[in-house]
């Protein structure tokens, strides 16, 4: 049992080296099956959605659909920014090429039709037709004549959509604050790029399958696939339309009649913090914003530091007070100069007020007395005041490209340094930062976020975010907010601030006259600027005006405090603000106020105590130049008058400077007109015309103090 038969062929047994090769074989082949099945379960199952998506736009040829860009609106729901739908032509190369393998169409005519009818170079459309691309815009936001003429040429292949396109319905109406949106609907500058995201929307599309070889599939099952782009946000501003129009209404006055520069105006809610009005010269027009120089499109109010000059002395002023280092009866020596670290500081004018208390040296802008104020203080509790008013630091306006200004670091600010910035110098800020920091002191020393977004609408009209300042913070007692109030109202009723009076308004303000820095020089240009509130008591406005460079007078109170008192004035009358005083003149006592232009101080001073009326003098110069109130007007007996005293003609190194243009001034403004040049004038004609001839001619050099002759003639003669 068990045995080979003796004789019977021997059975060989598999080896054990041939089982292992078996063995092997049947291991790989079932390992190369398991990862086959593995592969085929990532395909089918882990990846296979992702694999059809991706298969499915190899087929898909879309083409993009814009969102609508959401509307800018001001406080009151009026349209500042819109968007509207124009068509855009585009081609699918592919479909177009496929006709024309077809027989269906010539390429080249085509070109030549799309180019006759879009008015465009037949080359150039021909090169768009013929692009290696599934998708290709030939001609955007046509026009809907030239819409109509492409949908009559029915070239296959050539398609139209829809984009939407910016307008701006007010033309150049708060051009710096909206800023414009570019070709694609993204925004480029203003609040149009700072709140880009929420306006722009998200975009859709129409996608179109197609084969291998480019051509569209048409069969029943398939169809084109449409994804509907959703909307952007409406924006609603806290600037009033009304409000904007008249701040840059009076900000263009004042550049032209000061044949300065340029200009600034910042208008603020101070219980909220919101912009009214921000207003920028040069300016531009949104719907053509490359027809104008880039510069024209710089946010000044936010982007341009400045040394603020005695502006500033607010701000020196609330932290004198609210540190407890004066009152407004605290008694100051004035001798005229600060003898600080060697160095010594002077008065705008030279000269003293000698013993006087705080209230006078406010009123009187006495750079002694907050040079003294500063040095008081101390370095850490002046700086600690800097940081809470957002001095040297961003305000955090909703504007892109906000400055933050330049304050010298505490640990290397000399004792000479400190008192200087006492005064504004040194130091620059924005225009927004001193209208926040003013704003504060209106509201009772509470320190808010200066901001233009007051709410996001959805598009029924319904609030869906209502924006709140990022930050509010109290920097000073409302004590002294209160006390630093009526401080300012003195600068106005019997200080420098004269000019911003408003019959019927307690009016609170301060000047500032500061030499503009370039290349790290102080030169011999200027910014005056007047920084105010209104009414004193419960104020609803805080306006800085700041004018650059203007060429005749440049003291803030001369050409910045009667911008303030007009913008301020029809302010007040279209928010419907109660008067908070009666004007009790008496009639009896009202004089006329005398023609004081042109002439030497001496004789100004004479003629105006001739005529029962006082006069106190600004600038070094040695004829009056300017003059407040104006000639003609009726003052009360007693009542002081400013004189003006000094040009700021642009004067060549011989003394010469440019006759301005007079043609269609009255006598008293062609007059004004030329004392701010620093030239004299002789009247010939109607004094009660307008100015119809000159000479010497405009832009004419002459040496400065010169006769100008003027020709008026009355309406008659005219």
Excluded: C
């Amino acid at each position: 049992m068990g045995r080979t038969a003796p004789g019977a062929p021997a059975v060989r047994m598999p080896g054990i080296g041939l089982r292992r090769r078996i063995l092997l074989v049947f291991l790989v082949f079932s390992l190369a099956l398991a990862v086959l099945a593995g592969r085929l379960v990532t395909i089918q199952v882990v990846r296979g959605e992702a694999l059809r998506q991706k298969a499915l736009d190899m087929r898909l040829w879309q083409v993009p659909v814009q969102a609508r860009r959401g509307d800018i609106v001001d406080r009151n729901g009026r349209p500042l920014a819109i968007s509207t739908d124009v068509d855009t032509v585009y081609v699918a190369p592919a479909e177009l090429q496929e006709a024309a393998r077809k027989g269906q169409v010539d390429i080249e005519e085509a070109a030549q039709q799309l180019a006759r009818v879009l008015k465009m170079d037949p080359e150039e459309v021909y090169e768009k037709l013929t692009v290696p691309h599934a998708f290709w815009y030939v001609k955007r936001r046509v026009t809907d004549a030239e819409s109509r003429a492409v949908r009559q040429l029915d070239i296959p292949g050539v398609h139209i959509t829809q984009e939407a396109r910016r307008f701006y319905p007010k033309g150049e109406l708060a051009a710096h604050v909206l800023g414009f949106a570019g070709l694609d609907n993204q925004g480029l500058e203003g609040i149009e790029a700072y709140y880009d995201r929420k306006l722009a929307g998200k975009d859709g599309y129409i996608a179109t399958e197609y084969d291998a070889l480019g051509r569209p599939i048409r069969l029943p099952t398939v169809q084109a696939r449409y994804v509907r782009p959703t909307p952007g946000l409406t924006l609603r501003l806290t600037i009033d339309e009304t409000i904007q129009y008249i701040a840059e209404r009076e900000l263009e006055r004042a550049v032209v009649q000061n044949g300065a520069k340029g200009g600034v105006i910042v208008v603020m809610d101070p219980k909220t913090g919101g912009i009214l009005a921000l207003a920028s010269r040069p300016t531009y027009d949104p719907n053509r914003f490359a027809d104008f120089p880039r510069q024209n499109w710089r946010i000044k109010p936010v982007a341009d530091a400045f040394p603020p000059g005695s502006i500033f002395k607010i701000i020196t002023g609330s932290a004198a007070v609210d540190a407890g280092k004066v009152t407004p009866d605290t008694i100051v020596d004035d001798p005229g100069f600060l003898t600080v670290g060697g160095e010594s500081i002077s008065n705008w004018n030279q000269a003293g007020l000698g013993s006087v208390p705080f209230r006078d040296g406010f009123a009187h802008s006495s750079n002694v007395v907050f040079g003294k104020m500063a040095l008081a203080l101390g370095k850490p509790v002046f700086y600690r005041y800097l940081d809470q008013f957002h001095i040297g630091r961003p305000t955090g306006i909703d504007l892109p490209g906000e400055a933050t200004g330049i304050v010298p670091p505490m640990d290397q600010a000399t004792l000479l340094d400190l008192a200087i910035m006492g005064f504004g110098q040194t130091l620059t800020t924005t225009p927004i930062q001193m209208a926040a920091a003013v704003a504060a002191v209106a509201n009772d020393g509470l320190w808010q976020t200066p901001h233009l977004a007051d709410a996001w609408l959805d598009p029924e009209g319904n609030v869906v975010e209502q924006v709140q300042p990022a930050e509010r913070r109290q920097v000073i007692k409302p004590e002294t907010a209160r006390t630093i109030r009526e401080l300012m109202r003195g600068v106005v009723e019997q200080g420098t601030g004269r000019r911003a009076q408003i019959p019927g308004y307690d009016v609170g303000g301060k000047t500032g006259t500061a030499n503009k820095v370039e290349g790290g020089r102080v030169v011999q240009k200027y910014i005056g600027s007047f920084a105010g509130l209104v009414p004193v008591e419960e104020p609803r406005l805080a306006i800085v005006v700041s004018i650059d460079e203007p060429s005749g007078i440049y003291y803030g109170g001369y050409v910045a405090a009667p911008v303030f008192q007009a913008v301020a004035r029809d302010v007040l009358r279209y928010l419907g603000v109660p008067p908070t005083r009666e004007e009790r003149a008496d009639p009896r006592r009202l004089r006329e106020v005398p023609n004081l232009m042109n002439l030497t101080r001496a004789e100004a001073r004479e003629r105006a105590q001739a005529a029962g009326f006082q006069v106190t003098v600004e600038g070094g110069g040695p004829r009056v130049v300017g003059q407040f109130p104006a000639p003609g007007a009726q003052l009360e007996q007693g009542s002081t008058i400013i004189l003006y005293t000094e040009a700021a003609s642009r004067q060549d190194e011989e003394g010469r400077v440019t006759v301005p243009d007079l043609t269609g001034l009255t006598y008293a403004q062609a007059a004004e007109r030329l004392a701010a040049a620093g030239l004299q004038m002789e009247a010939r004609g109607d004094r009660d015309g307008r100015v119809a001839g000159q000479d010497p001619p405009v832009g004419t050099r002459v040496p400065i103090g010169s006769k100008v002759t003027v020709i008026l003639r009355g309406p008659e003669s005219r």
